[in-house]
Structures are given as structure tokens and as C-alpha cells.
């Protein structure tokens, strides 16, 4: 069954720099989300995109966030100037259509801000 | 709006049922289940749509109460396979088709 595949898995940064995480969604996907989920809580959406542009970004989702379609099959979140808040797992998701359709989510990858 | 959950944790012997259940105070259009093991990703269970229907994967069904506002996960002769946590996330009719807004989730443990 097609999966969506994160990497790196486990990412370890130093407070102020720069990351980027990376996502390769299902092939015949259309909607692609980011998704983050601090230790024990609730998963929180970030943001959405379809036809290479956000469609959607929460609060959360501020100037430190982007993100980017850069060819036909990757997806990826950066964060700049990292901060020890956002340390948490941030998933991947991606459904072939919005509404209706269910949204399949990548193994996720934890980020840990030193 | 974030969706309530209820209960946050329930305990269960291998072989008995529960039932989780996921409200909001706004008009609701879609309501979708997910399973999460520890340290792992979400994964899909079902989606219910506003019209009340129900819906069954193996052993575990949902039904979604329009009136209400409040979709309800069954979990029938629970297995070993069935711990984890339980999150409903909601879209709101008239709201965004994208995002989903989780609940806080429902912890079950089903033990031998």
C-alpha cells in the first residue's frame, strides 16, 4: 500500500538554526499537509497546500515557517531560527482530495531543539 | 474549535467493548477517526460525513449524530491490537476543507 515516507527520522538542532523536513506524499496526491504534535498533547494543524500554494496555515504557522514543493514528488517544511518550543514530532500528511478525503500521515519526524 | 472527547482513558480486558465519543459546540461536516501507538504516526480508522451514517472497519464502526453534533467510535470483542490512542479530528460545515482540528485524544488500553 502507498505510504507517505518523512525524513529524517529523528532531527537534533541547535536553538537558532535552520531545519528542514522533508516528506514525499503519495503519488497521486493533491493536498499536503504539515501537522505537529508536542510530547503527550493534541496534533496540531500547520498548514495546507495544493497547486503549489498554502491554502490554508494556522496561527502557529508564523514567518519562522515555509514550505515548499520544490520538484514533483518532494514536500518539505523549513523552520528558521529554531526555538526550544518547537521542539516536537511534526507529521506529514497528504489525501486526494480536501474534505471528504481521508489524510494519510508519514512516520513523522521528531525534532529536538537543544 | 477543538472537538471534546470523552472519556480520556479507558481500560478494557481483551473481548469487551467501548464506545469513544467526539462533540463540538459548531455545525460539523466531516468527522475523522484515527488510531496512534505510541511513537508512531496516526492512522486512518474512517471518515463519517454529516447525514448520520455509520460506517464499519472490522470490528470497530462509527455513527456521527448531526443533531448532536457528536460522532461516536465503537470498539467491539476488543483486541490486544486495539490500544492506543483514539483521535477524532473534525472540519467544520461552512469551514475549511483542509485542516483537521484534533481532539485531545482518548487513551485505551486493553489488556489480557
Known amino acids: 500500500e502507498p505510504e507517505v515516507t518523512q525524513t529524517p527520522s529523528h532531527q537534533v538542532t541547535q536553538m537558532g538554526q535552520e531545519v528542514i523536513l522533508r516528506c514525499v506524499p503519495i503519488s497521486n496526491h493533491l493536498y499536503f499537509y504539515w501537522y505537529r504534535q508536542i510530547l503527550g498533547q493534541k496534533v496540531e494543524f500547520l498548514v495546507s497546500f495544493y497547486n503549489n500554494e498554502i491554502s490554508e496555515k494556522s496561527e502557529i504557522f508564523d514567518d519562522q515557517f515555509s514550505v515548499e514543493r520544490p520538484d514533483g514528488s518532494n514536500f518539505t517544511l523549513k523552520i528558521r531560527s529554531t526555538k526550544l518550543e518547537d521542539s516536537a514530532m511534526y507529521f506529514c500528511a497528504s489525501s486526494y482530495a480536501g474534505g471528504n478525503q481521508p489524510q494519510h500521515f508519514g512516520d513523522g519526524t521528531r525534532l529536538s531543539i537543544l | 474549535q477543538q472537538p471534546v472527547q470523552s472519556p480520556q482513558a479507558v481500560i478494557l480486558r481483551e473481548g469487551e467493548d467501548a464506545v469513544i465519543n467526539c462533540s463540538s459546540s459548531?455545525?460539523?461536516?466531516?468527522v475523522h477517526w484515527y488510531r496512534q501507538k505510541h511513537g508512531e504516526a496516526p492512522v486512518f480508522l474512517m471518515i463519517?460525513?454529516?447525514?448520520?451514517e455509520q460506517k464499519g472497519h472490522e470490528k470497530i464502526s462509527a455513527s456521527f449524530n448531526e443533531k448532536k453534533q457528536q460522532s461516536s467510535l465503537y470498539l467491539t470483542a476488543s483486541q490486544l491490537s486495539y490500544s492506543g490512542t483514539y483521535f477524532c479530528?473534525?472540519?467544520?460545515?461552512?469551514?475549511?476543507?483542509?485542516?483537521?482540528?484534533f481532539g485531545k485524544g482518548t487513551l485505551l488500553t486493553v489488556n489480557p
Open positions: 479530528g473534525t472540519q467544520q460545515s461552512g469551514g475549511s476543507n483542509y485542516k483537521l482540528t
Open positions: 459548531k455545525a460539523l461536516y466531516s
Open positions: 463519517l460525513l454529516k447525514g448520520g
